[in-house]
């Protein structure tokens, strides 16, 4: 069963900044991509950031030039977030893919206060 727990999140003024964790009970490498997720309420669950098992990197246009997702050892993801704004306040969800199927972290609320 693979297990994802997230953490980092919390309370942060406009533009600051927050890292976000992601362990896996596995390696990272058994995935075919690893990615960040956000549900802001009233919302739907969007991509922020993912990187493939090979390193590609992509991210959401409002993630550009902001977040930084990044794997530092070969149990966990993170997501460095700079210039954090109101409208990032929302859940964010550690994803891990491996043949189509998707697993999920429980997230960890991100809130920017402006």
């Known amino acids: 069963q693979v297990q994802l727990l997230e953490s980092g999140g919390g309370l942060v003024q406009a533009g600051g900044s927050l890292r976000l964790s992601c362990a896996a009970s596995?390696?990272?490498?058994?995935?075919?991509?690893m990615g960040w997720y956000r549900q802001a309420p009233g919302k739907e669950r969007e991509l922020v950031a993912r990187i493939t098992v090979g390193g590609t990197t992509n991210y959401a246009d409002f993630a550009k030039g902001r977040f930084t997702i990044s794997r530092e050892n070969p149990n966990a993801v993170y997501l460095q977030m700079l210039g954090l704004k109101s409208e990032d306040t929302a859940v964010y969800y550690c994803?891990?893919?491996?043949?189509?199927?998707?697993?999920w972290g429980q997230g960890t609320q991100v809130t920017v206060s402006s």
């Open positions: 596995e390696s990272i490498f058994e995935f075919n991509s």
């Open positions: 994803n891990a893919n491996r043949l189509s199927k998707n697993y």
